[in-house]
């Protein structure tokens, strides 16, 4: 902290009003601690308005009875601008009108107590005098004024205590703590601030500075991390910019790869015309002579007969040209349709990429508006903070302090708050192509199982949920044996990287899905959704019934995901109701899955939509439309008939390739298959070793390429497949 901050070192800027660019007049001060002019601030506020917008920071308040002339002076402020302009004012005219012998000559010195100038004889009196004993510390002699190392603590010195606001007449002794530290004199005491918590002014500013130090230390822990995310944001566009790029180019590529190739096909399809009709005239020429020798001789016989011949010869042949050039037709229109088909969706990909782009450089922009704003109120509160400390003046930290401190709890608890997920505004979400249209390869799953561990969990108990991120961090959900949920953070091999306990006991279901890079969303306690930090293992949870209005009391949370291109949590209920929130846990919408769906199991989102797990006795799965308030069938998942098994779909994943992955149970039997990127076909199918009762499925990337996840119920093991 600084303790004696030259004037000349402090920010021009500081005492700069932002809405005029000059210097402050009357400066009134926002929780935000952001200053302006008040005639600035009257200007921008309508009348009658109850909010005001921070011009620097962007944080909205609530204006206070009295609207702007409401706000609080910022008296700190203003005595140091009252000093520039004392300097200033000397520096243009020397010469003052002295309050003692009235005479007009070079002022040689200011009296704070008096509020006036004094010329060079009456300032030696003045200094001297006992009459005016109590007015020696007040006086300022301009000689210091041009000083280069006249600090805040200096002036701050010389300015006496702030008159009672009730007796104006009399300076404050003492301090109402019940009216928010206000500067009170004795009589005061006696009348309208009697039985109210009275202190002394010397050591009420000693806690209250103390207070403050600590608070800013705290704060400057966060001073990393509130700049990083500027930088954060800034890779993240740089990174938007560079992932449309690179998927355009693929599409474009995997457009002009698809041409070549049908037309390639055209051109074979044409050789291949002109080889059959070649072939057919040679047959034709070989039959026709041998004909024609036979008929020669019959020739004399009947030349009619000859030439009938001949006709029907030509008609046949005609009538297979004919048959080879509409096959060859169909052929061409067949690809030249494939093609056209093509080139659409991959324009409406690329229209989507873009509208992708647009709405994550909005967001971007947002967030970077957003943070942009926290930088700015952490500089200025810290800048704020020092100059009162600096300034060593009791009545400024009993004034000024609480609000300060305000403003710091607030921009903590802001600072600490979860940072976005840079990551899923860098990157855009590709659809799968029609089927027989690809822009990337097949993927094959293992035969067999790569390899099977055991996870570690502290306490005992078993899994019920697993999920993973772009980066290949997994994070599991369970109970433990005591029925306390937990989260835990694991490797490929099992080992146990972080394991905290969740809210909640029972046999209320416990699911996680990953929000972003480090941030897990999970539900727990039946009602309960919170966020969990795998950085710093903090927590936040909300009840379903205090976020959701009009939401049943007795609602069950079963299942949960997160739509990434949205920033947004889904959640799906023991009814049909699915409610979506923010990242903040707000209630963003509520939807009512089709009627055809009796018991929706895990959820998942793909291309927009929601594929959900059926697990009533219908046991079918389907991929839903987000629409409100009735969302309908976009298409259902053809259902496995393995082995002559009656099954039922259980959990559902995608891969980076944007294939689909359903785990379908029959008992202790589990069958994953995959699916066509429009989720209407089976494209493999794996069963699982029915020694392992496996509960849940997730694809994530490794060094080694995508792996299929599968952790067991009751033996905690965890069963790894390769995608290939």
Request: charged share 30%; aromatic share 6%.
């Amino acid at each position: 902290m600084a303790s004696a901050s030259p004037l000349k070192d402090i920010d021009e800027q500081y005492l700069q009003c932002c809405i005029c660019m000059e210097q402050l007049k009357e400066p009134k001060i926002l929780p935000c601690l952001h200053r302006y002019c008040r005639a600035c601030l009257k200007r921008i506020v309508k009348k009658g308005a109850k909010k005001i917008e921070c011009v620097t920071c962007r944080e909205v308040h609530t204006l206070p009875e009295g609207g702007i002339n409401g706000l609080k002076t910022d008296f700190n402020t203003k005595n140091i601008i009252e000093f520039i302009q004392l300097q200033d004012s000397v520096k243009v005219d020397p010469l003052r009108t002295c309050i003692h012998c009235k005479k007009k000559q070079k002022a040689s010195a200011f009296c704070f107590r008096c509020n006036d100038f004094l010329c060079e004889t009456c300032h030696a009196f003045h200094a001297s005098s006992t009459m005016v004993k109590d007015h020696h510390p007040h006086i300022f002699s301009l000689s210091e004024a041009e000083a280069a190392n006249l600090t805040i603590q200096k002036l701050s010195s010389l300015k006496v205590a702030p008159r009672c606001r009730t007796h104006p007449e009399k300076l404050s002794e003492l301090c109402c703590t019940t009216c928010g530290n206000l500067p009170i004199c004795i009589p005061c005491t006696f009348g309208e601030h009697r039985g109210h918590n009275l202190e002394e002014v010397k050591s009420l500013a000693k806690i209250q500075s103390e207070m403050l130090k600590g608070k800013i230390t705290d704060l400057l822990q966060y001073k990393e991390k509130a700049y990083s995310m500027r930088e954060e944001i800034k890779n993240a566009k740089d990174k938007l910019e560079l992932n449309v790029d690179q998927e355009s180019r693929k599409l474009q590529e995997q457009l002009d790869r698809e041409g070549e190739r049908i037309k390639k096909e055209i051109q074979n399809a044409e050789k291949e015309l002109n080889t059959k009709q070649a072939d057919l005239a040679e047959r034709m020429e070989e039959e026709t002579s041998g004909r024609k020798k036979e008929l020669e001789r019959e020739m004399r016989e009947s030349r009619e007969k000859y030439e009938q011949a001949c006709r029907e010869e030509q008609q046949e042949a005609d009538l297979n040209f004919r048959k080879l050039k509409e096959e060859n037709t169909k052929v061409r229109e067949k690809l030249e349709e494939e093609l056209r088909v093509m080139n659409n969706e991959i324009q409406e990909m690329l229209a989507s990429i873009r509208t992708q782009k647009d709405e994550n450089a909005k967001k971007i922009k947002e967030l970077s508006d957003h943070f942009d704003g926290i930088v700015k109120r952490f500089e200025n509160v810290t800048a704020t903070a020092d100059c009162i400390l600096a300034a060593q003046n009791d009545w400024t930290d009993v004034q000024c302090i609480p609000d300060v401190c305000r403003a710091v709890d607030l921009l903590r608890e802001e600072v600490k708050r979860d940072s976005p997920g840079m990551g899923n505004l860098s990157g855009v979400t590709i659809r799968g192509l029609s089927a027989g249209l690809t822009v990337r390869g097949k993927v094959g799953i293992s035969e067999d199982v790569e390899s099977i561990v055991d996870v570690q969990i502290r306490e005992g108990g078993y899994i019920t949920d697993i999920t993973s991120d772009e980066d290949g961090t997994i994070a599991i959900t369970g109970r433990t044996s005591a029925f306390h949920a937990y989260i835990a953070v694991i490797t490929m091999g099992g080992s146990l990287q972080q394991q905290n306990i969740l809210p909640g006991t029972g046999w209320n279901s416990v699911r996680c899905s990953f929000l972003s890079q480090y941030l897990i969303d999970v539900i727990c306690g039946g009602n309960q959704i919170g966020i969990y930090d795998i950085r710093d293992q903090s927590r936040r949870f909300v009840n379903l019934s205090d976020v959701v209005m009009n939401c049943p009391t007795n609602q069950q949370i079963y299942s949960i995901t997160t739509d990434p291109v949205n920033d947004h949590i889904i959640v799906r209920c023991d009814s049909r109701d699915v409610y979506v929130f923010n990242s903040k846990l707000e209630h963003v919408k509520t939807m009512k899955l089709p009627d055809v769906i009796k018991r929706a199991g895990d959820i998942a989102m793909y291309e927009g939509n929601l594929l959900v797990c059926d697990t009533s006795e219908t046991r079918r799965a389907f991929a839903v439309t987000m629409k409100q308030p009735a969302s309908e069938v976009k298409y259902e998942f053809t259902k496995p008939t393995h082995g002559g098994a009656d099954w039922y779909p259980c959990s559902v994943c995608t891969d980076q390739n944007g294939y689909i992955y359903m785990l379908w149970k029959e008992d202790s039997r589990s069958l994953i298959v995959q699916y066509t990127k429009d989720g209407g076909q089976i494209e493999l199918e794996r069963e699982v070793d029915r020694n392992h009762d496996v509960i849940a499925i997730t694809a994530v990337q490794t060094k080694q390429g995508e792996k299929l996840l599968l952790p067991s119920l009751e033996t905690n093991k965890l069963l790894t497949y390769g995608l290939t």
